[in-house]
């Protein structure tokens, strides 16, 4: 009797030593509409800081490169910068040149897609480079944002 009553406890006792593990994580989703977008295809590139790799062989930078779905059934799509983009180190910095599917962007509308290839949808290339700047480039560790605005042209 005394072994079983042992036993019992000892089932039940292994219930109180037992270890717990939990996750909690955000799930989301954004379906664009079937008209118009300008999606990266890797999600996270909009969601992360983006590192330039420096190149210790040519003292330069690597520039950026992204993939971006884009479709407007209505006719092209036009981008543009929001600012000037720079990296700064609070005491020097340098300009970043952006191009999207070939087209160097400015403050300006440029069309970056053609009515023709925008209405079908097309996989487009985004490239930032560093603009070297009189004298190379000064150690430190530097930072900036690149604000790109697209709009749906319509006939």
């Not at 039940?12 to 037992?18: L, Q, R």
């Not at 929001?82 to 040149?97: E, H, I, K, R």
Request: aromatic share 10%.
């Amino acid at each position: 009797m005394l072994v079983a009553l042992a036993a019992a406890l000892g089932v039940f006792c292994t219930e109180v030593f037992a270890i717990r593990d939990e996750h909690t994580f955000e799930v989301s989703v954004s379906i664009p509409t079937s008209d118009f977008y300008v999606l990266p295809v890797n999600p996270q590139f909009l969601e992360r800081e983006q590192r330039m790799a420096w190149n210790t062989l040519t003292s330069t930078l690597t520039p950026l490169r992204e993939s971006f779905d884009v479709k407007n059934i209505a006719g092209g799509i036009t981008a543009r910068l929001g600012y000037a983009p720079v990296l700064s180190n609070g005491f020097t910095s340098f300009a970043l040149d952006v191009s999207f599917n070939g087209q160097s962007l400015t403050l300006l509308d440029t069309t970056v897609v053609p009515a023709e290839q925008a209405k079908v949808g097309l996989r487009v290339p985004l490239v930032i480079s560093a603009m070297e700047p009189d004298g190379g480039y000064a150690a430190g560790h530097y930072f900036g944002s690149v604000q790109l605005i697209f709009d749906a042209l319509r006939p």
